[in-house]
Protein backbone atom coordinates (compact mmCIF):
# COMPACT_ATOMS: atom_id res chain seq x y z
CA UNK A 1 0.00 0.00 0.00
CA UNK A 2 0.86 3.52 -0.72
CA UNK A 3 1.18 6.30 1.91
CA UNK A 4 1.85 10.55 1.00
CA UNK A 5 2.95 12.13 3.91
CA UNK A 6 3.82 15.64 4.67
CA UNK A 7 6.86 16.30 6.61
CA UNK A 8 7.65 19.42 8.66
CA UNK A 9 11.57 19.90 8.68
CA UNK A 10 13.60 22.52 10.10
CA UNK A 11 15.53 24.17 7.62
CA UNK A 12 19.00 23.07 8.58
CA UNK A 13 21.70 20.62 6.67
CA UNK A 14 20.91 17.09 7.17
CA UNK A 15 17.62 17.19 8.28
CA UNK A 16 16.04 15.40 5.23
CA UNK A 17 18.17 12.87 5.08
CA UNK A 18 17.59 12.34 9.06
CA UNK A 19 13.86 12.49 7.90
CA UNK A 20 14.53 9.72 5.14
CA UNK A 21 16.86 6.97 6.65
CA UNK A 22 14.28 5.37 8.94
CA UNK A 23 12.00 5.02 5.69
CA UNK A 24 14.41 2.95 3.73
CA UNK A 25 16.16 1.21 6.60
CA UNK A 26 12.35 -0.11 7.95
CA UNK A 27 12.27 -1.62 4.22
CA UNK A 28 9.79 0.53 2.60
CA UNK A 29 10.16 1.66 -0.76
CA UNK A 30 10.50 5.80 -1.17
CA UNK A 31 7.88 6.54 -4.65
CA UNK A 32 8.33 10.10 -4.60
CA UNK A 33 10.05 12.97 -2.52
CA UNK A 34 8.67 16.90 -2.64
CA UNK A 35 11.31 19.55 -1.55
CA UNK A 36 11.15 22.84 -1.64
CA UNK A 37 13.27 24.69 0.19
CA UNK A 38 11.81 28.49 -0.65
CA UNK A 39 7.85 27.03 0.28
CA UNK A 40 8.14 27.93 3.88
CA UNK A 41 5.70 27.34 6.73
CA UNK A 42 4.61 30.41 8.62
CA UNK A 43 7.21 29.12 11.82
CA UNK A 44 10.08 29.21 8.90
CA UNK A 45 10.38 25.09 8.90
CA UNK A 46 10.16 23.65 5.24
CA UNK A 47 7.31 21.14 4.02
CA UNK A 48 8.31 18.00 2.77
CA UNK A 49 5.46 15.46 0.34
CA UNK A 50 6.88 12.35 0.54
CA UNK A 51 5.00 9.23 -0.69
CA UNK A 52 6.16 5.29 0.61
CA UNK A 53 5.59 2.08 -0.41
CA UNK A 54 5.00 -1.19 1.92
CA UNK A 55 2.96 -3.81 3.91
CA UNK A 56 0.76 -1.72 6.33
CA UNK A 57 3.14 -3.38 9.28
CA UNK A 58 5.88 -1.44 7.63
CA UNK A 59 4.46 1.61 7.45
CA UNK A 60 2.86 1.59 10.96
CA UNK A 61 6.81 1.05 11.76
CA UNK A 62 7.91 3.98 9.52
CA UNK A 63 5.26 6.56 11.47
CA UNK A 64 6.32 5.23 14.47
CA UNK A 65 9.55 6.20 13.65
CA UNK A 66 9.74 9.10 12.25
CA UNK A 67 6.95 10.55 15.03
CA UNK A 68 10.47 9.88 17.34
CA UNK A 69 12.62 12.03 15.87
CA UNK A 70 12.27 15.62 16.03
CA UNK A 71 10.23 15.54 12.77
CA UNK A 72 6.96 16.50 12.70
CA UNK A 73 4.47 14.78 10.56
CA UNK A 74 1.75 17.55 9.40
CA UNK A 75 -0.57 15.32 7.07
CA UNK A 76 -1.26 12.10 6.32
CA UNK A 77 -2.59 11.02 3.34
CA UNK A 78 -4.17 14.60 2.60
CA UNK A 79 -5.63 14.48 6.22
CA UNK A 80 -4.02 17.21 8.62
CA UNK A 81 -3.27 15.05 11.96
CA UNK A 82 -4.69 17.62 15.17
CA UNK A 83 -4.47 17.87 19.00
CA UNK A 84 -6.66 18.45 21.29
CA UNK A 85 -5.99 20.95 24.05
CA UNK A 86 -8.58 21.68 26.84
CA UNK A 87 -8.54 24.71 29.14
CA UNK A 88 -10.45 26.29 31.97
CA UNK A 89 -10.94 30.33 31.92
CA UNK A 90 -12.19 31.43 34.88
CA UNK A 91 -13.57 34.77 34.81
CA UNK A 92 -16.23 37.57 33.77
CA UNK A 93 -16.24 35.29 29.96
CA UNK A 94 -19.49 37.03 29.28
CA UNK A 95 -18.95 40.69 29.97
CA UNK A 96 -15.48 40.35 28.65
CA UNK A 97 -16.84 39.23 25.53
CA UNK A 98 -17.17 35.37 24.28
CA UNK A 99 -17.09 36.00 20.59
CA UNK A 100 -14.01 38.17 21.20
CA UNK A 101 -12.53 35.00 22.85
CA UNK A 102 -13.48 32.64 20.80
CA UNK A 103 -12.16 34.78 17.20
CA UNK A 104 -9.16 35.04 19.17
CA UNK A 105 -8.22 31.50 19.98
CA UNK A 106 -9.64 30.92 16.12
CA UNK A 107 -7.46 33.28 14.88
CA UNK A 108 -4.47 31.68 16.24
CA UNK A 109 -1.68 29.91 13.91
CA UNK A 110 -3.91 26.20 13.34
CA UNK A 111 -6.23 26.51 15.74
CA UNK A 112 -10.21 26.12 15.54
CA UNK A 113 -12.81 25.94 18.83
CA UNK A 114 -14.15 22.69 18.78
CA UNK A 115 -16.42 22.73 22.06
CA UNK A 116 -16.99 25.66 24.37
CA UNK A 117 -19.09 24.81 27.82
CA UNK A 118 -20.09 28.13 30.15
CA UNK A 119 -21.07 27.75 33.37
CA UNK A 120 -22.71 30.80 35.25
CA UNK A 121 -21.62 31.53 38.58
CA UNK A 122 -24.34 33.51 41.23
CA UNK A 123 -20.97 36.28 41.11
CA UNK A 124 -20.23 36.72 37.23
CA UNK A 125 -16.56 36.98 38.43
CA UNK A 126 -16.17 33.55 38.82
CA UNK A 127 -17.90 32.03 35.66
CA UNK A 128 -16.36 28.69 34.51
CA UNK A 129 -15.95 28.26 30.93
CA UNK A 130 -14.21 24.93 29.55
CA UNK A 131 -12.52 25.15 25.61
CA UNK A 132 -11.56 22.45 23.87
CA UNK A 133 -9.03 23.60 20.64
CA UNK A 134 -8.03 21.41 18.07
CA UNK A 135 -4.53 22.72 16.86
CA UNK A 136 -2.14 21.29 14.39
CA UNK A 137 0.28 18.60 15.22
CA UNK A 138 3.06 19.71 17.98
CA UNK A 139 2.06 23.27 18.48
CA UNK A 140 0.17 22.40 22.30
CA UNK A 141 2.93 23.97 24.32
CA UNK A 142 3.25 27.08 22.59
CA UNK A 143 -0.84 27.11 22.23
CA UNK A 144 -1.08 26.74 25.90
CA UNK A 145 1.51 30.00 26.80
CA UNK A 146 -0.40 32.26 24.08
CA UNK A 147 -3.40 31.48 25.42
CA UNK A 148 -2.22 32.03 28.99
CA UNK A 149 -1.01 35.40 27.99
CA UNK A 150 -4.13 36.21 26.47
CA UNK A 151 -5.98 35.04 29.98
CA UNK A 152 -4.12 37.44 31.82
CA UNK A 153 -4.25 40.22 29.42
CA UNK A 154 -8.44 39.89 30.35
CA UNK A 155 -8.19 39.01 33.65
CA UNK A 156 -8.74 35.20 33.26
CA UNK A 157 -7.30 32.61 35.27
CA UNK A 158 -6.70 30.28 32.83
CA UNK A 159 -6.24 26.39 34.09
CA UNK A 160 -3.52 24.57 31.56
CA UNK A 161 -2.74 20.75 30.83
CA UNK A 162 0.13 19.85 32.58
CA UNK B 1 27.51 12.90 67.34
CA UNK B 2 26.35 16.14 69.48
CA UNK B 3 23.63 17.40 67.54
CA UNK B 4 22.23 21.50 68.97
CA UNK B 5 18.08 21.45 67.52
CA UNK B 6 17.34 25.13 66.67
CA UNK B 7 13.88 25.69 66.93
CA UNK B 8 11.82 23.73 68.96
CA UNK B 9 7.73 23.43 67.29
CA UNK B 10 6.29 20.77 65.80
CA UNK B 11 9.34 19.83 63.68
CA UNK B 12 11.99 20.16 66.32
CA UNK B 13 9.65 18.11 68.29
CA UNK B 14 9.16 15.47 66.05
CA UNK B 15 13.36 15.10 65.24
CA UNK B 16 13.87 14.84 68.66
CA UNK B 17 11.36 12.26 68.94
CA UNK B 18 12.75 9.90 66.04
CA UNK B 19 16.02 10.25 67.88
CA UNK B 20 14.91 8.74 70.69
CA UNK B 21 12.63 6.07 69.25
CA UNK B 22 15.47 5.27 66.90
CA UNK B 23 18.26 5.58 69.09
CA UNK B 24 19.08 1.68 69.06
CA UNK B 25 18.71 1.11 65.80
CA UNK B 26 20.65 4.03 65.14
CA UNK B 27 24.05 2.45 67.18
CA UNK B 28 23.30 -0.92 65.84
CA UNK B 29 22.89 -0.24 61.98
CA UNK B 30 25.21 2.55 62.03
CA UNK B 31 26.98 2.72 65.30
CA UNK B 32 25.53 6.41 65.69
CA UNK B 33 25.16 7.75 68.75
CA UNK B 34 23.29 10.75 68.68
CA UNK B 35 23.49 13.50 72.23
CA UNK B 36 21.21 16.07 71.27
CA UNK B 37 23.47 18.89 73.53
CA UNK B 38 21.16 21.92 72.64
CA UNK B 39 17.52 23.00 72.28
CA UNK B 40 16.08 26.59 71.57
CA UNK B 41 13.01 28.12 71.27
CA UNK B 42 11.61 31.79 71.16
CA UNK B 43 11.99 31.42 74.98
CA UNK B 44 15.68 30.08 75.41
CA UNK B 45 17.36 27.31 75.82
CA UNK B 46 18.19 24.21 77.23
CA UNK B 47 22.05 22.78 77.51
CA UNK B 48 23.77 20.09 78.35
CA UNK B 49 27.41 19.12 76.94
CA UNK B 50 26.36 15.47 78.48
CA UNK B 51 23.27 15.55 76.38
CA UNK B 52 19.78 15.90 77.25
CA UNK B 53 17.28 14.04 77.98
CA UNK B 54 14.81 13.84 75.06
CA UNK B 55 11.64 12.73 77.34
CA UNK B 56 12.16 15.74 79.49
CA UNK B 57 12.45 17.90 76.65
CA UNK B 58 9.14 16.95 75.30
CA UNK B 59 7.12 17.12 78.16
CA UNK B 60 9.16 20.61 79.54
CA UNK B 61 7.99 22.28 76.18
CA UNK B 62 4.25 20.65 76.24
CA UNK B 63 3.60 21.62 79.96
CA UNK B 64 5.42 25.28 79.77
CA UNK B 65 5.59 25.86 76.06
CA UNK B 66 8.99 26.77 77.18
CA UNK B 67 12.25 24.88 76.57
CA UNK B 68 13.79 27.38 79.01
CA UNK B 69 12.00 25.86 82.01
CA UNK B 70 13.84 22.70 81.36
CA UNK B 71 15.08 21.60 84.66
CA UNK B 72 18.83 22.80 86.07
CA UNK B 73 19.61 22.56 82.22
CA UNK B 74 17.23 25.34 81.02
CA UNK B 75 18.50 28.91 80.55
CA UNK B 76 15.99 31.99 79.28
CA UNK B 77 17.01 34.43 77.25
CA UNK B 78 19.77 33.12 75.10
CA UNK B 79 19.45 33.29 71.27
CA UNK B 80 19.74 30.76 68.86
CA UNK B 81 23.67 32.69 67.39
CA UNK B 82 24.53 32.89 71.22
CA UNK B 83 23.90 29.23 71.24
CA UNK B 84 26.00 28.38 68.73
CA UNK B 85 28.46 30.70 69.80
CA UNK B 86 29.02 28.51 73.29
CA UNK B 87 27.69 25.31 72.68
CA UNK B 88 30.29 22.49 71.57
CA UNK B 89 28.28 20.30 68.64
CA UNK B 90 28.95 18.49 65.48
CA UNK B 91 25.46 19.24 63.39
CA UNK B 92 23.14 22.16 63.62
CA UNK B 93 19.56 20.99 63.15
CA UNK B 94 17.67 24.45 61.62
CA UNK B 95 13.80 23.81 62.01
CA UNK B 96 12.79 27.50 63.11
CA UNK B 97 9.64 28.92 61.29
CA UNK B 98 9.83 29.58 57.84
CA UNK B 99 10.53 33.38 57.38
CA UNK B 100 10.52 34.10 53.25
CA UNK B 101 10.92 38.12 53.44
CA UNK B 102 14.13 37.60 54.84
CA UNK B 103 15.10 34.07 55.62
CA UNK B 104 16.23 35.10 59.31
CA UNK B 105 17.18 34.43 61.58
CA UNK B 106 17.40 30.46 60.31
CA UNK B 107 19.66 32.34 57.24
CA UNK B 108 22.20 33.55 60.02
CA UNK B 109 21.99 30.31 62.24
CA UNK B 110 23.25 28.22 59.33
CA UNK B 111 25.37 30.70 58.42
CA UNK B 112 27.30 30.55 61.50
CA UNK B 113 27.66 26.96 61.48
CA UNK B 114 28.83 26.63 58.34
CA UNK B 115 31.72 29.43 58.96
CA UNK B 116 32.70 27.21 61.69
CA UNK B 117 32.16 24.13 59.76
CA UNK B 118 30.27 22.79 61.46
CA UNK B 119 27.41 20.30 59.32
CA UNK B 120 23.47 21.64 58.65
CA UNK B 121 20.52 19.92 57.97
CA UNK B 122 17.48 21.59 57.40
CA UNK B 123 13.52 21.78 56.93
CA UNK B 124 13.49 26.09 56.36
CA UNK B 125 12.50 27.01 53.46
CA UNK B 126 12.86 30.51 53.71
CA UNK B 127 16.93 30.95 53.19
CA UNK B 128 17.00 28.14 50.84
CA UNK B 129 14.45 30.33 48.61
CA UNK B 130 15.84 33.54 48.70
CA UNK B 131 19.78 32.84 49.41
CA UNK B 132 20.55 29.63 48.02
CA UNK B 133 24.27 29.80 46.14
CA UNK B 134 25.08 32.05 49.33
CA UNK B 135 24.24 28.72 51.57
CA UNK B 136 25.93 26.74 49.10
CA UNK B 137 28.93 28.56 48.90
CA UNK B 138 29.37 28.89 52.85
CA UNK B 139 28.92 24.98 53.64
CA UNK B 140 31.40 24.04 50.23
CA UNK B 141 33.91 26.96 51.59
CA UNK B 142 34.45 25.31 55.21
CA UNK B 143 34.12 21.78 54.15
CA UNK B 144 30.69 21.73 56.10
CA UNK B 145 27.76 19.42 54.41
CA UNK B 146 24.77 21.14 54.42
CA UNK B 147 21.59 19.09 53.70
CA UNK B 148 17.63 19.68 53.56
CA UNK B 149 15.44 17.16 52.19
CA UNK B 150 12.94 18.02 54.54
CA UNK B 151 12.37 21.56 52.98
CA UNK B 152 10.57 20.04 50.17
CA UNK B 153 7.91 17.02 50.35
CA UNK B 154 8.19 16.40 54.03
CA UNK B 155 8.24 12.82 53.98
CA UNK B 156 8.53 12.61 50.01
CA UNK B 157 12.21 11.85 49.12
CA UNK B 158 12.99 13.88 46.20
CA UNK B 159 16.41 15.97 46.32
CA UNK B 160 18.48 13.29 47.64
CA UNK B 161 16.54 10.86 45.00
CA UNK B 162 17.66 13.21 42.25
CA UNK B 163 21.17 13.89 43.57
CA UNK B 164 22.25 10.07 44.31
CA UNK B 165 19.36 7.65 43.38
CA UNK B 166 18.88 8.93 39.97
CA UNK B 167 22.72 9.68 39.48
CA UNK B 168 24.30 10.34 35.78
CA UNK B 169 20.79 11.01 34.69
CA UNK B 170 20.61 14.91 32.89
CA UNK B 171 17.49 16.14 34.53
CA UNK B 172 14.92 18.32 32.50
CA UNK B 173 12.36 19.04 34.29
CA UNK B 174 10.53 18.78 37.83
CA UNK B 175 6.44 18.88 38.04
CA UNK B 176 4.69 18.14 41.34
CA UNK B 177 2.21 18.88 43.35
CA UNK B 178 4.26 20.25 46.34
CA UNK B 179 1.73 21.57 48.98
CA UNK B 180 -0.97 19.21 50.82
CA UNK B 181 -3.06 21.88 51.90
CA UNK B 182 -3.88 23.22 48.48
CA UNK B 183 -4.18 19.59 47.41
CA UNK B 184 -6.22 18.61 50.27
CA UNK B 185 -8.65 21.64 49.33
CA UNK B 186 -8.89 20.87 45.75
CA UNK B 187 -9.60 17.33 46.13
CA UNK B 188 -12.51 17.84 48.65
CA UNK B 189 -13.64 20.66 46.07
CA UNK B 190 -13.98 17.75 43.60
CA UNK B 191 -15.19 14.91 45.92
CA UNK B 192 -17.91 17.44 47.69
CA UNK B 193 -19.01 19.65 45.43
CA UNK B 194 -18.46 22.36 48.16
CA UNK B 195 -17.27 26.03 47.20
CA UNK B 196 -13.62 27.56 47.73
CA UNK B 197 -14.02 29.36 50.99
CA UNK B 198 -15.99 26.65 52.97
CA UNK B 199 -13.37 23.85 52.29
CA UNK B 200 -10.89 26.18 53.36
CA UNK B 201 -12.77 26.78 56.45
CA UNK B 202 -12.82 23.24 57.05
CA UNK B 203 -9.24 22.32 56.55
CA UNK B 204 -8.36 25.22 58.81
CA UNK B 205 -10.90 23.14 61.46
CA UNK B 206 -9.49 19.98 60.75
CA UNK B 207 -5.83 21.45 61.30
CA UNK B 208 -5.10 21.04 57.83
CA UNK B 209 -4.56 24.61 57.00
CA UNK B 210 -3.25 27.63 59.20
CA UNK B 211 -5.08 30.37 60.41
CA UNK B 212 -3.59 32.77 57.75
CA UNK B 213 -3.43 29.91 55.36
CA UNK B 214 -1.89 32.86 52.63
CA UNK B 215 1.49 31.24 52.12
CA UNK B 216 -0.40 27.72 51.01
CA UNK B 217 -3.73 28.89 49.29
CA UNK B 218 -1.93 31.66 47.46
CA UNK B 219 1.31 29.39 45.89
CA UNK B 220 3.93 30.57 47.98
CA UNK B 221 4.78 27.60 49.97
CA UNK B 222 4.67 25.61 46.78
CA UNK B 223 7.01 28.23 45.00
CA UNK B 224 9.56 28.31 47.47
CA UNK B 225 9.66 24.45 46.78
CA UNK B 226 10.46 25.18 43.06
CA UNK B 227 13.24 27.55 43.95
CA UNK B 228 14.91 25.01 46.37
CA UNK B 229 14.23 22.25 43.61
CA UNK B 230 15.09 24.39 40.47
CA UNK B 231 18.45 25.88 42.35
CA UNK B 232 19.61 22.16 43.69
CA UNK B 233 18.27 19.38 40.99
CA UNK B 234 18.19 21.83 37.80
CA UNK B 235 21.70 23.49 38.71
CA UNK B 236 19.98 26.93 38.10
CA UNK B 237 21.02 30.11 40.08
CA UNK B 238 17.00 31.33 41.03
CA UNK B 239 15.29 32.73 43.82
CA UNK B 240 11.57 33.29 44.91
CA UNK B 241 10.42 36.54 42.58
CA UNK B 242 11.64 34.31 39.54
CA UNK B 243 8.70 32.22 39.94
CA UNK B 244 5.27 33.11 38.30
CA UNK B 245 3.01 31.97 40.90
CA UNK B 246 -1.35 31.56 41.12
CA UNK B 247 -2.85 30.53 44.35
CA UNK B 248 -5.83 28.54 44.15
CA UNK B 249 -8.32 31.13 45.80
CA UNK B 250 -10.09 31.45 42.35
CA UNK B 251 -10.82 28.12 41.99
CA UNK B 252 -14.48 27.28 41.90
CA UNK B 253 -16.99 24.17 41.97
CA UNK B 254 -18.29 25.13 38.64
CA UNK B 255 -14.98 25.03 36.98
CA UNK B 256 -14.08 21.67 38.78
CA UNK B 257 -17.09 20.34 37.11
CA UNK B 258 -16.17 21.11 33.96
CA UNK B 259 -12.75 19.75 34.16
CA UNK B 260 -14.32 16.27 35.21
CA UNK B 261 -16.88 16.04 32.81
CA UNK B 262 -13.41 15.91 30.29
CA UNK B 263 -11.64 13.62 32.72
CA UNK B 264 -9.73 15.77 34.66
CA UNK B 265 -9.12 17.08 37.87
CA UNK B 266 -7.81 20.99 39.07
CA UNK B 267 -4.60 20.25 41.01
CA UNK B 268 -1.91 22.97 41.78
CA UNK B 269 1.13 22.08 40.11
CA UNK B 270 4.36 23.11 40.64
CA UNK B 271 7.10 23.20 37.39
CA UNK B 272 10.83 23.64 37.52
CA UNK B 273 12.37 23.30 34.33
CA UNK B 274 14.90 25.36 32.06
CA UNK B 275 12.20 27.53 30.53
CA UNK B 276 9.62 27.59 32.95
CA UNK B 277 9.50 28.56 36.84
CA UNK B 278 5.32 28.37 37.60
CA UNK B 279 2.77 27.33 40.35
CA UNK B 280 -0.42 27.34 38.59
CA UNK B 281 -3.66 25.64 38.50
CA UNK B 282 -3.76 22.88 36.15
CA UNK B 283 -5.63 20.31 34.25
CA UNK B 284 -4.38 16.96 34.73
CA UNK B 285 -5.95 13.27 33.70
CA UNK B 286 -7.96 11.16 36.12
CA UNK B 287 -5.86 8.28 36.93
CA UNK B 288 -2.46 9.79 36.47
CA UNK B 289 0.55 10.04 38.73
CA UNK B 290 -1.16 13.52 39.70
CA UNK B 291 -4.43 12.45 40.60
CA UNK B 292 -3.53 11.94 44.13
CA UNK B 293 -6.03 12.75 46.97
CA UNK B 294 -5.72 14.54 50.24
CA UNK B 295 -2.63 16.32 51.75
CA UNK B 296 -0.37 13.98 49.84
CA UNK B 297 2.62 15.21 47.55
CA UNK B 298 3.95 13.80 44.23
CA UNK B 299 6.85 14.51 42.07
CA UNK B 300 7.66 13.58 38.77
CA UNK B 301 10.77 13.98 37.58
CA UNK B 302 11.36 13.98 33.58
CA UNK B 303 15.44 12.26 32.95
CA UNK B 304 17.27 11.45 29.99
CA UNK B 305 18.15 7.87 30.50
CA UNK B 306 15.19 6.88 33.09
CA UNK B 307 12.10 9.01 31.31
CA UNK B 308 9.93 9.92 33.81
CA UNK B 309 10.53 8.83 37.25
CA UNK B 310 7.73 9.26 40.00
CA UNK B 311 7.62 9.97 43.92
CA UNK B 312 4.62 9.67 46.35
CA UNK B 313 4.53 10.93 50.41
CA UNK B 314 3.14 12.55 52.76
CA UNK B 315 4.49 15.95 52.50
CA UNK B 316 3.69 17.67 55.94
CA UNK B 317 3.73 16.18 60.03
CA UNK B 318 6.04 16.42 62.64
CA UNK B 319 6.89 12.76 62.57
CA UNK B 320 6.93 12.39 58.80
CA UNK B 321 9.32 15.55 58.04
CA UNK B 322 11.71 14.18 60.84
CA UNK B 323 12.14 11.43 58.64
CA UNK B 324 13.81 12.93 56.27
CA UNK B 325 15.71 15.53 58.65
CA UNK B 326 16.98 11.79 60.24
CA UNK B 327 17.62 10.41 56.32
CA UNK B 328 19.80 13.84 56.20
CA UNK B 329 21.75 13.37 59.35
CA UNK B 330 22.70 9.37 59.04
CA UNK B 331 24.06 10.09 55.12
CA UNK B 332 25.83 13.01 56.61
CA UNK B 333 27.09 10.88 59.38
CA UNK B 334 27.99 7.75 57.03
CA UNK B 335 30.18 10.29 54.72
CA UNK B 336 32.53 11.40 57.81
CA UNK B 337 33.10 8.35 59.00
Known amino acids: MRLNLVLELLDVPGQLLDALNPIGKLGANIVAVIHQRDVKTERGT ?117 | ?9 AVGMGVSRVISMKREMLIDKYDLDINVVAVTDRSGAAINPDGLDIGMLIETKENSGKISDYPEYGVSDLSGVQVLEEVDYDLLVEV ?15 LKAMKASKDVVTSNKGPLSLRFSELIDAANSTNAYFKYE ?4 GAMPIINFA ?81 QVEGISRITPESIELAKKEGFLIKLIGEASYDNLEVYPRLVREGSP ?43 WKARS
Do not use: W
Open chain 2, 1 to 9: MKLCIIGFG
Open chain 2, 96 to 110: TPTNIEDGEPARTHM
Open chain 2, 290 to 332: FAVDGTLNVATVKTDLADEVTVVGKGAGSIETASAILSDIISI
Open chain 1, 46 to 162: VPVHISIEGDEETLKRVLHTIEETDVQIIEVDGVVRKEKITTILIGNIVDQDLKETVNVLNGMDGVRVADLNLKMSDNPEESSSRIIIESDYGRKKALMQNIKEFGKSKGFLVINEV
Open chain 2, 150 to 153: ASVG
Open chain 2, 163 to 243: HDTLAGNNISSVLGILNGTCNYILSRMANEGSPYLQTLNEAQELGIAETDPTQDVEGIDAACKIVILANSVLNMDVSLKDV
